[in-house]
């Protein structure tokens, strides 16, 4: 599993509420990726992360935001969550120079 | 940016049979083609891949070709199971630049 772990697994949450989804690595990665998954659309990119206080826009931002203090956690941040951003959401990893993606187990997040 | 297709979305087959998947890209840029697979509640896992200065590579009942001219890339599985069933993704990214874009997934459904 490549040491990832992501939290909570599971949340719901009301509409207007701020919600954290946290994702840690014990590897010492430098690459870091939060994904969302919606039935029909794959698995779409919302930030990046490069290293620590390196972060950058995927293509699905609008709403998000993230943050990287230490190489080990990546956070997603829902500023104010809306029903669209009911979705699963996954974690990963790259080896650098490698390109593969290692995935967390996912945080299902329901948004009523 | 990148964009990547996926076909088809559903695919059904009896066991024993072939089943193949294919992708087009947009970047010319892009260098690394992985397929990954997940199963029913899981995380995506690798499964193969191929990189740009390649042309097939086989890995005993799954392979997968890439046609850089032409920017297409495709999934072959022969001699399908029940366990093969699963949601297939494939991708499309640059090594160097870290990120990867998926295609919408194919439901791959295996009947006994």
């Known amino acids: 599993d490549a040491g990832i772990t992501q939290s909570p697994r599971h949340k719901v949450t009301e509409t207007g509420t701020p919600v954290t989804l946290r994702c840690h690595q014990t590897?010492?990665?430098?690459?870091m990726y939060w994904y969302r998954q919606d039935p029909g659309h794959g698995l779409r990119l919302i930030h990046y992360s490069y290293g620590v206080k390196d972060t950058d826009k995927g293509e699905v931002s609008d709403g998000y935001s993230v943050s990287r203090s230490k190489t080990e956690d990546f956070l997603l941040t829902l500023e104010s969550a809306t029903s669209s951003q009911t979705s699963v959401y996954f974690c990963?990893?790259?080896?650098?120079?490698?390109?593969?993606?290692?995935f967390g187990e996912g945080s299902r997040l329901t948004v009523l | 940016g990148e964009n990547v297709e996926q076909h088809p979305s559903t695919l059904s087959v009896q066991e024993g049979d072939s089943a193949v998947i294919k992708c087009t890209y947009s970047?010319?840029?892009?260098?690394?083609f992985p397929w990954y697979k997940q199963e029913l509640g899981k995380r995506p896992q690798l499964i193969i891949d191929?990189?740009?200065?390649?042309g097939e590579k086989k890995d005993q009942r799954i392979a997968v070709t890439l046609n850089k001219t032409a920017k297409h890339f495709s999934l072959h599985i022969t001699e399908t199971q029940p366990e093969d069933s699963a949601v297939y993704f494939c991708?499309?990214?640059?090594?160097?630049?870290?990120?990867?874009?998926f295609g919408d997934g194919t439901t791959l459904t295996v009947k006994p």
């Open positions: 191929i990189r740009s200065n390649v």
């Open positions: 970047d010319s840029a892009s260098n690394y």
């Open positions: 991708a499309a990214s640059m090594v160097e630049a870290g990120k990867s874009t």
């Open positions: 990963a990893i790259s080896v650098a120079n490698t390109g593969e993606l290692f």
């Open positions: 590897e010492n990665h430098r690459y």
